[in-house]
């Protein structure tokens, strides 16, 4: 009755983990407000030419500064046209969460989007996230009468939910896709362009993005894939040149995103925030001519990065292109815009066009900060305010409202035609001035937190958090060395939350506890001379893990062992790539297919393993041909008939039906000994070890196999304790999650193995995929607990709560520091990532692998 009152309890605190994350989550994520409805031209408004009536937006998905304007780029075409003054070159900022959702959002609204479309984004069937009813620039074109199309990466589609005349959307996930994908699009762009009944073309290519998921930013198939994108915009500029019905059309080349040198996006890292920014038409010839007649200088002379490697040209934030395109088609702002018209365009209206283009800008932006503060309109009002030195401000609210007096008074002068020759360049620059100090102070203000939830949800956490404890020191007291290292642990771990840099670089925690750990245990087995030496065998092992995969954000790119040893020793990977299937071969020949013929037994296993290895080959040479050896060749003239897809399904299905064997004939058969339940045990492990090395990266294969040597080395401690084995288990857990590579930084989700077998995009499937494929170490650490403790009942019991413990404990930390920060510079890109990687950890790994698959092998394994 103890034990059954004892997991009712654990079932219990585990469910209070999800219900208080959530909570909290609701609070933390809330959609930003918007006004609704669509902006309109004012009694006050002027209106102004409108110098294009048609635009074709180019979004090349990850397309980075430099690989437009670098000297190794591809885009020889474009840059052509940039030194013909007819293209305007711009490295646009991108803020994080830099992914494609919220960064669409950003070009086509001129909003902030909110962090929660981190989410959403990988929810590609979710629609709640839909543009329908806030204002953005092809709505604006929608409302004049004009027709929209669209073709490529279908979140325009859920975005832009019956917006488009006609439109071919492609899944923006299916990342093993650098071809069809692409030329799904290009395939329609010659009948477009002969048309003449649409006012903007939209395009958007994945096939960039998916390279550098794939491979990375320095993948072979990265200059071939911007030599086509260049080949696009040549064939799309030579239209405009050549066919009158696109004499007034822009051209905009845009990425939503650029990448980090590991492929990935989603971080603040100023790879992933620079995505390269194109205005072109030889309408822009003009431009230049003018900008150049009045200031002597080029309008965009070439450039080098001024800081770090992708600052080419200016810099301008991604929220500009809205207010810019509307303004260019003589379009309303959309109301939620926080954008700044480019000032370089302001050069295509006369001088007095330009003031009232830049004061539409400026009226639109301050219905926004009327909104945002109340308070605003009234001081506006009020008399004898002095905005001689706006900048002496006591607060921003004040600051604003003497630039808007300043501004106000300008234009006036210019519009009552006091002293008008000087009075058009000082109403100007007020204005930009005016117009960019809005932006600033309004990107920056807090989201609107729903403090009441997020209390309520760390309230409930904090209960789990105290229930936890409280059941868990009663079964404490198997080692005094473990029942104080937990505690210490788990605060010091709670403490790190709330810094910045730790946060970002929490890999090194990971990796000095467990070489404490380890040192420790050595010291607990030196009298025991083998023990001692494998303990020294666990600890070099330990070393060599910690430099397989740089990671975090200092040292994410820094040389490594894939990196800077493999590509130069390709045979040497391979080995031990070949080593660990071998070992998982024996071991399954071993404690698996025991009923079956020996001889067969042999033959079923080298088939099952056999297919997984070919099928990791032959993903190699697809994935990064460079480095698979000219001698495994031979394997690859058999295998490349088939598809990577049906290679995958093979795999997962000759592993699914090596478990089902073995829960059907070896742990259910009514004659199953002691010996075979644990031969079944350990064959369930190897055969989802098997499913493991599917789903990770091949070039951390082997780390698969040390972590296995260090497994068995762990269960041949005649001394070590189960709460040791907890403890070791979880510090492993963490360790091997870093060392394969991963991050607290969304850049850091790996989707190269998510559609191992998949068709086409499957939220459920490709969801599991992506968790397992993340989190391929720790699980093995999960699966590996039933073997690794003694075997006794309330060991597990122990073992479960121990964990649920700590990520009760972790949450409550990450909560009060989410909560405690929330106005933080770095809560965006930190802490605001570490929240959803909880989530992860917690609801995915705890739940799935932890007690969920751990619980499957330890009710195989016979107790003792």
Known sequence: MRGLSSWLS????????????????????????????????GDEDVRTPAPFDKVVFMVVDALRSDFVYGERSGFKFTQSLISDSVAIPYTAHATSPTITMPRVKAITTGSIPGFLDVILNFAESDTSSTLAQQDNWLAQIKARGGKLVMYGDDTWLKLFPGMFERNDGTSSFFVSDFTEVDNNVTRHIDDEL?????????????????????????????????????GIVERIYTAMETQPHLSSTLLVLAGDHGMNDAGNHGGSGEGETSPALVFMSPRLKQLGALYEESHGSALKAPTVPKSGDFGFYSTVEQSDVAPTITSLLGLPVPRNNLGVLIPEFLWLWNEGERIDVMM?????????????????????????????????????????????????????????????????????????KLCRRYQEILSGVASNYDLRLMA???????????AGITGLVPLMGGSVLADWTFPVMTLAYAGMMFASSFVEEEQHFWYWVASGWFMVLFLKERRNQASGLGMIGIMVLLRIIRRWNQTGQKHAGAPDIVKAFFPEHTTVLWILIIVSYFDVLTRIWKNGLRRIDGQFAWFAAMAAVMAAFCFKLSFAAYDAAELVPSWLDFVLKYTNEYSLVTQAQAVFGVVAAGMIYTFVFEVNAGDATHESRECAAAALGEFADLFLLTQTRFTNIPLIFFFRLISR????????????????????QHVSFFSMGGANAISSVDLSNAYN?????????????????????????????????????????????????????????????????????????????????????????????????GSVRWAVRPGE
């Open 10 to 41: 654990i079932a219990a605190i585990n469910f209070l983990l999800p219900v208080g994350i959530l909570l909290f989550a609701k609070g933390f994520f809330p959609y930003k407000p918007f006004l609704p409805g669509l902006a309109v031209f």
């Open 456 to 466: 309520a949800g760390m309230a409930v956490m904090i209960i789990a958090t105290v």
């Open 757 to 853: 077998g998949v068709a086409g995009y499957n939220v459920i499937l490709v969801g599991f995929l992506t968790l397992v494929s993340n989190w391929v170490g720790s699980i093995f650490w999960a699966s590996s607990t039933a073997s690794l403790l003694p075997g006794k009942p309330d060991d597990w019991r122990r073992h479960v709560l121990t964990m649920t413990v700590f990520y009760a404990v972790a949450a409550v930390a990450v909560m009060a520091a989410c909560t405690a920060l929330r106005t933080h510079l770095f809560i965006w890109t930190v802490f605001s990532p570490k929240y959803l990687y909880l989530m992860a950890w917690t609801i995915g790994f705890h739940f799935v692998a932890g007690v969920g698959w």
């Open 194 to 230: 002969k048309r003449d009944d649409w006012n903007a073309m939209v395009l958007h290519y994945l096939g960039l993005d998916h390279i550098g998921h794939k491979s990375g930013p320095q993948s072979a198939f990265m200059l071939p894939k911007q030599v086509e994108m260049d």
């Open 713 to 732: 080395q762990l269960s041949s401690l005649a001394t070590l304790t189960a709460t040791e084995t907890t403890l070791t288990v979880l510090i492993m």
């Open 360 to 432: 539409r800008n400026a009226r639109q932006l301050r219905t926004i900060v009327a909104v945002q503060y109340p308070e605003f309109e009234r001081m506006v009002l009020a008399r004898g305010m002095n905005h001689n030195s706006c900048g002496d401000s006591a607060s921003d609210v004040d600051e604003l409202v003497c630039l808007w007096k300043d501004a106000a008074d300008r234009y006036a002068s210019w519009v009552d035609g006091k002293d008008n020759e000087s009075a058009i360049k000082t109403a100007k620059e007020s204005l930009v």
